[in-house]
C-alpha cells in the first residue's frame, strides 16, 4: 500500500487539530459581546453536531485501514482419536495443527490502499462540510446584520417623522391643514408595524444562526446586531476561481479519492479467483514407546464460482464508471454554483457602489431640501414624506447589497476550498 497515503492522512489530521477546530471542546462556547463573523464561524465549527458526526465518519474510515492490511488469523485445532490408529510405530491418540492463509501477492496492499483511499475521501467530506458550514453561518450571519440595519434605520425614520409632528402640529394651530397631520399620522403608524414587524423577525433571524453554530435556540434573550460595515470588496478573477476551484474543492477531492479506490478496486476483482495459499504444521501424538509425528500442510481453496467472480469484477467496473460519472457531474454543478455566485458577488457590489456613491446622497439632499421647504410653507407634508420613505427605502436597498455582496464573497471562497471568513 501506498505510504505516502497515510502520512497524507496523519498530517491533514495534525493540520485540522492545530486549527483548533475538530472537538476542541465540549458543550456551548460564549460569543463575546462584539462578536464578528470569525466568532461566529469558530463557534460553528467546534459546537456544530453535523460537523462532528462527519468527523467521526472519517476517524472510523481510518480505523479500518490497520483491519484489512492484516493477515487473517491464524487457525488452531486439536483431534483426539476415541478410538486409536494403530501405526507400525505405536497408536496415534491426539493431532494438533495450526494453519494460516496467506493472500496472494497484492491482495493485502489493494484492500490497504482501498481503506486509505476511502478514509480519505471520508476526510475530504469532513472539510467540504466545514465550508458548507462556514457559508451557512455568513449567509445567516449578514442576514441577521442586514435586519439590523434596518432596524436603525425604521428607527431614524421613526424619530425622524416624530421631529415633524411638532412642527406640523404649530402649523395646524396657526392655521395650517389639519390633512397634513393626519397624513403624518398614517405615515408614523406605517412606519412603526415596519419596526414591529423587522422585531417579530428579529427572533426568527437570531434563532437561524444559533442554530447554524450549533446551538439550541429558543432561548429569552437574542443575539445581538451584527456590525456591517461597507468596507469595500475586491473583485475575483473568473479564470483563476475556476482553476482553484476544479484543484482545491473538498467535495471534488473527495470523488477522485473515490474514483481511485475504485480502480483499486478492479484491480483487486481481477486477482480475485487466484486462490489464497493456506499452510500449516501438524503434530501427532504417537502413544506408546512410539516417536511423535510432524507433518507440513499446503492447501488451496478451489476457485469453481466463475460466474461469482466474474460478477465482481462488473460490480467493480461499474463503480469506477458510476464515480467517473459522478466527478464530471459534480465538476459541473461547481462550475455553475461559481458563475451564479460570482455574477451575484459582482451584481451586489456594482449595486452598493451605486447606492453609496450616487443616489443616497441625492436621496439625503432632497430631504434636507424638503424639510427646510415645507418650514418655509413652501412644500406640502407629503413632499418631506415621500423623500422620507424614497431614502428608507434606498438605505434598506442598499444595505441589502452590502450584505448580499459579504455573503457571495464568502460563497466565493468556500466553493474554493478556502476557509477564511
Do not use: C
Not at 242 to 252: F, I, R, T
Not at 366 to 382: F, N, R
Amino acid at each position: 500500500m501506498r505510504i505516502y497515503t497515510n502520512i497524507t492522512i496523519f498530517f491533514l489530521a495534525l493540520r485540522l487539530l492545530q486549527g483548533g477546530t475538530i472537538l476542541a471542546g465540549e458543550g456551548a462556547v460564549a460569543l463575546p459581546p462584539s462578536a464578528g463573523l470569525a466568532d461566529y464561524v469558530k463557534t460553528g465549527l467546534l459546537n456544530h453536531p453535523g460537523l462532528k458526526s462527519d468527523y467521526q465518519k472519517y476517524r472510523a474510515a481510518l480505523h479500518r485501514v490497520p483491519q484489512v492490511k492484516s493477515l487473517p488469523d491464524p487457525m488452531v485445532s486439536y483431534t483426539h482419536f476415541f478410538e486409536q490408529v494403530q501405526t507400525r510405530t505405536g497408536p496415534q491418540e491426539n493431532i494438533y495443527s495450526i494453519t494460516q492463509t496467506i493472500p496472494w501477492m497484492g491482495k493485502l496492499r489493494l484492500q490497504g490502499s482501498i481503506a486509505s483511499r476511502e478514509a480519505e475521501a471520508a476526510l475530504r467530506r469532513y472539510e467540504k462540510r466545514r465550508l458548507q458550514l462556514i457559508r451557512e453561518i455568513s449567509a445567516a450571519y449578514y442576514d441577521y446584520a442586514y435586519l439590523g440595519k434596518e432596524s436603525a434605520i425604521t428607527r431614524k425614520t421613526l424619530d425622524l417623522l416624530r421631529r415633524l409632528e411638532e412642527s406640523v402640529d404649530e402649523q395646524v394651530r396657526a392655521g395650517g391643514e389639519y390633512s397634513a397631520s393626519l397624513r403624518l399620522e398614517v405615515e408614523k403608524g406605517k412606519t412603526e408595524d415596519r419596526l414591529s414587524a423587522v422585531q417579530s423577525a428579529r427572533a426568527r433571524k437570531s434563532a437561524a444562526l444559533e442554530t447554524s453554530i450549533g446551538r439550541k435556540a429558543g432561548g429569552t434573550s437574542l443575539l445581538p446586531w451584527p456590525a456591517l460595515a461597507d468596507d469595500g470588496a475586491s473583485r475575483e478573477g473568473r479564470d483563476r476561481l475556476k482553476a482553484q476551484l476544479l484543484a482545491q474543492n473538498p467535495g471534488l477531492k473527495a470523488i477522485r479519492e473515490q474514483l481511485a479506490a475504485a480502480d483499486d478496486r478492479v484491480r483487486l476483482a481481477k486477482r480475485s479467483p487466484i486462490p489464497d495459499p493456506t499452510i500449516g504444521v501438524n503434530y501427532i501424538d504417537i502413544g506408546g514407546s512410539g516417536e511423535d509425528a510432524v507433518g507440513m500442510t499446503l492447501g488451496f481453496r478451489i476457485p469453481l464460482g466463475w460466474k461469482k467472480y466474474k460478477a465482481e469484477r462488473m460490480e467493480a467496473e461499474a463503480i469506477r464508471q458510476a464515480a467517473r460519472e459522478q466527478l464530471t457531474e459534480q465538476e459541473n454543478t461547481l462550475l455553475e454554483e461559481l458563475a451564479v455566485a460570482l455574477a451575484d458577488f459582482d451584481e451586489a457590489v456594482d449595486r452598493a457602489a451605486l447606492f453609496r456613491d450616487k443616489l443616497l446622497p441625492a436621496a439625503e439632499e432632497a430631504v434636507k431640501v424638503s424639510e427646510t421647504s415645507y418650514s418655509a410653507g413652501k412644500e406640502s407634508i407629503l413632499e418631506v414624506i415621500d423623500s422620507e420613505r424614497t431614502l428608507l427605502e434606498l438605505q434598506k436597498t442598499y444595505w441589502r447589497a452590502v450584505a448580499n455582496s459579504r455573503a457571495r464573497l464568502i460563497e466565493l471562497r468556500t466553493l474554493t476550498g478556502t476557509e477564511k471568513p
